[in-house]
């Protein structure tokens, strides 16, 4: 029956079977993964780090999820674990990436039927679980989430205040968790050693989805540094329409390895990932590619113009497309557009950047809604995409007439060098003729070879307006109207010449005409 407030109206309720219909939206299990970091990386959060590892707890194989943002505390781990409370804001100019307050129950239920979450703020510590197999266990008729807040009494003590008991007994008989001791520990975990940061969060997910097969969905051991997606299971999920005619060989490595997916998740990357204990390499994917052009799409539906960046993939020129962010979130990697559909060469190897903030995106954000601002956007960037092809192709024979190699099979090298700060996480931009890959693994401003950007005082170097930039200049369109000019004037003149001939042609044929009626008047007067 459904409850009553002091109005009298019936609640809407819950039903725990929505747990796994919600997690549906998310086809693809990087998806899932990135609404949990997500959560850490929003401003209202702002960690530094985020930890993404494999467990194994009393027998169970686990995911866990750690980060050393604010932690959380009794309210606000509530709405965590609620559905449709969104309250997230800017902080500092940082836009929130969560809006629709559902990233943690969809993300974490699409992993495992099960999760507990241990955080630590500054004012408390809580332990809050949401379980599908402790609902179905007590024959839940909506979803409730036993939530725990710990008091500390004194240096090693904590006690549970009396509202909580009844949350506490059911975490600890219905979790992997069996003691409060147990749980205590969890929570200390979250301090990382050699750190000054004691807050944080820490997800614990059991009973994993696994495949018809029974295997677990995610492959452990191809390596040892990394979370797989096995080819058999990544291959069923493609949709054969978005990419046809592409060999499995030609497969992003971010669709199937978390660690590279990891990497482009952020158009700016300001927190660091460690997968399975090792530092994930993010990238500046719009700084990192070769011939670097800066675009303009200016939509009616908009004040500004959005910038977008073209350039050829340094790694490989099988991953190519458009990379579409939104807030700062990756939403869509490598969308071929325009020529890139067709079933040649035209466009192969280059990759487009933009900033889509005006798009709506999906709830499970990997994809935008497919509306007019939508489709008008891909068709933009689709000519915009082919013309800077040409223009680079154009450059190229004019700088190198001899030249039959092309673009896409060159080799290439980045036009700029950036790399980020392991203490203070500002990005450098590095010398020429510095090889990124050859850096250590861990690197700080104090090496950087530029004096002006060698503290981590300094603030980042500044960027341009992209208001102040002006679209690159297509020379090979300037060429085309030259081209036509002169092939106008080429017509215009051999135009003028078949006049000037056929005038003449007619001018002999009148004074041939002459003559024969000259000698006709002539014949008539001598007879």
Same mark, same amino acid.
């Given at each position: 029956?459904?409850?009553?407030?002091?109005?009298?109206?019936?609640?809407?309720?819950?039903?725990?079977?929505?747990?796994?219909?919600?997690?549906?939206?998310?086809?693809?299990?990087?998806?899932?993964?990135?609404?949990?970091?997500?959560?850490?990386?929003?401003?209202?959060?702002?960690?530094?780090?985020?930890?993404?590892?494999?467990?194994?707890?009393?027998?169970?194989?686990?995911?866990?999820? %750690?980060?050393?943002?604010?932690?959380?505390?009794?309210?606000?781990?509530?709405?965590?674990?609620?559905?449709?409370?969104?309250?997230?804001?800017?902080?500092?100019?940082?836009?929130?990436?969560?809006?629709?307050?559902?990233?943690?129950?969809?993300?974490?239920?699409?992993?495992?039927?099960?999760?507990?979450?241990?955080?630590?703020? *500054?004012?408390? +510590?809580?332990?809050? !679980?949401?379980?599908?197999?402790?609902?179905? %266990?007590?024959?839940?008729?909506?979803?409730?989430?036993?939530?725990?807040?710990?008091?500390?009494?004194?240096?090693?003590?904590?006690?549970?205040?009396?509202?909580?008991?009844?949350?506490?007994?059911?975490?600890?008989?219905?979790?992997?968790? +069996?003691?409060?001791?147990?749980?205590?520990?969890?929570?200390?975990?979250?301090?990382?050693?050699?750190?000054?940061?004691?807050?944080?969060?820490?997800?614990?997910?059991?009973?994993? @989805?696994?495949?018809?097969?029974?295997?677990?969905?995610?492959?452990?051991?191809?390596? #040892?540094?990394?979370?797989?997606?096995? *080819?058999?299971?990544?291959?069923?999920?493609?949709?054969?329409?978005?990419?046809?005619?592409?060999?499995?060989?030609?497969?992003?490595?971010?669709?199937?390895?978390?660690?590279?997916?990891?990497?482009?998740?952020?158009?700016?990357?300001?927190?660091?990932? !460690?997968?399975?204990?090792?530092?994930?390499?993010?990238?500046?994917?719009?700084?990192?590619?070769?011939?670097?052009?800066?675009?303009?799409?200016?939509?009616?539906?908009?004040?500004?113009?959005?910038?977008?960046?073209?350039?050829?993939?340094?790694?490989?020129?099988?991953?190519?497309?458009?990379? %579409?962010?939104?807030?700062? #979130?990756?939403?869509?990697?490598?969308?071929?557009?325009? =020529?890139?559909?067709?079933?040649?060469?035209?466009?192969?190897?280059?990759?487009?950047?933009?900033?889509?903030?005006?798009?709506?995106?999906?709830?499970?954000?990997?994809?935008?809604?497919?509306?007019?601002?939508?489709?008008?956007?891909?068709?933009?960037?689709?000519?915009?995409?082919? /013309?800077?092809?040409?223009?680079?192709?154009?450059?190229?024979?004019?700088?190198?007439?001899? &030249?039959?190699?092309?673009?896409? &099979?060159?080799?290439?090298?980045?036009?700029?060098?950036?790399?980020?700060?392991? @203490?203070?996480?500002?990005?450098?931009?590095?010398?020429?003729?510095?090889? =990124? *890959?050859?850096?250590?693994?861990?690197?700080?401003?104090?090496?950087?070879?530029?004096?002006?950007?060698? +503290?981590?005082?300094?603030?980042? /170097?500044?960027?341009?307006? &992209?208001?102040?930039?002006?679209?690159?200049?297509?020379?090979?369109?300037?060429?085309?109207?030259?081209?036509?000019?002169?092939?106008?004037?080429? %017509?215009?003149?051999?135009?003028?010449?078949?006049?000037?001939?056929?005038?003449?042609?007619?001018?002999?044929?009148?004074?041939?005409?002459?003559?024969?009626?000259?000698?006709?008047?002539?014949?008539?007067?001598?007879?």
């Amino acid at each position: 029956m459904a409850a009553l407030p002091d109005r009298g109206v019936p609640l809407s309720t819950l039903s725990p079977k929505f747990l796994h219909t919600n997690s549906t939206s998310h086809t693809w299990p990087f998806s899932a993964i990135a609404e949990l970091i997500d959560n850490a990386y929003d401003p209202d959060v702002s960690a530094k780090q985020f930890w993404i590892d494999k467990t194994v707890v009393k027998g169970e194989l686990c995911l866990t999820f %750690m980060d050393n943002g604010n932690g959380l505390n009794h309210e606000t781990i509530h709405k965590m674990l609620s559905f449709g409370y969104s309250d997230k804001v800017a902080v500092n100019g940082l836009e929130p990436i969560g809006i629709y307050g559902n990233g943690f129950k969809s993300g974490s239920m699409r992993l495992g039927k099960d999760a507990i979450v241990f955080s630590r703020s *500054s004012s408390s +510590s809580c332990v809050g !679980m949401l379980s599908q197999t402790y609902l179905e %266990m007590i024959n839940a008729n909506q979803i409730v989430v036993p939530i725990v807040c710990f008091e500390k009494k004194n240096s090693n003590q904590f006690s549970v205040r009396k509202k909580d008991e009844a949350s506490l007994r059911d975490i600890l008989r219905y979790s992997l968790f +069996s003691t409060k001791e147990e749980l205590l520990a969890e929570i200390n975990a979250i301090h990382i050693p050699g750190s000054q940061q004691e807050t944080g969060t820490r997800i614990i997910i059991w009973n994993l @989805r696994r495949t018809s097969t029974g295997a677990p969905e995610f492959d452990f051991d191809k390596d #040892r540094y990394d979370i797989q997606i096995p *080819s058999e299971i990544y291959e069923t999920m493609q949709d054969p329409s978005q990419h046809p005619n592409r060999p499995n060989s030609y497969i992003p490595e971010s669709v199937y390895s978390l660690r590279a997916y990891c990497s482009i998740l952020y158009l700016k990357p300001r927190m660091q990932v !460690m997968v399975r204990g090792h530092k994930v390499k993010s990238e500046l994917i719009a700084k990192s590619l070769a011939f670097i052009r800066k675009d303009h799409y200016k939509p009616i539906f908009v004040k500004k113009r959005i910038p977008i960046t073209f350039g050829y993939n340094t790694k490989s020129k099988d991953q190519y497309g458009i990379m %579409m962010y939104h807030k700062n #979130r990756l939403i869509k990697a490598y969308e071929r557009v325009g =020529c890139q559909l067709k079933a040649n060469n035209m466009g192969v190897g280059v990759i487009g950047v933009i900033e889509c903030n005006f798009l709506d995106p999906t709830h499970n954000k990997q994809s935008f809604i497919e509306s007019d601002k939508y489709r008008k956007t891909m068709t933009n960037l689709g000519i915009k995409l082919e /013309e800077y092809w040409n223009e680079i192709r154009y450059r190229r024979k004019k700088e190198n007439p001899n &030249d039959t190699v092309p673009v896409e &099979d060159a080799m290439k090298r980045p036009d700029q060098n950036w790399v980020q700060c392991d @203490r203070c996480l500002h990005w450098r931009k590095l010398p020429d003729g510095i090889d =990124c *890959s050859k850096l250590p693994d861990k690197w700080f401003c104090r090496m950087n070879p530029d004096p002006q950007f060698r +503290s981590c005082l300094v603030e980042e /170097e500044p960027e341009d307006s &992209d208001d102040d930039q002006p679209s690159y200049r297509k020379t090979y369109k300037q060429q085309e109207r030259e081209d036509r000019r002169q092939q106008e004037q080429k %017509m215009q003149l051999e135009l003028k010449h078949h006049e000037e001939r056929r005038l003449n042609s007619l001018k002999k044929q009148g004074e041939a005409l002459g003559r024969q009626h000259e000698n006709l008047v002539q014949q008539l007067n001598q007879t």
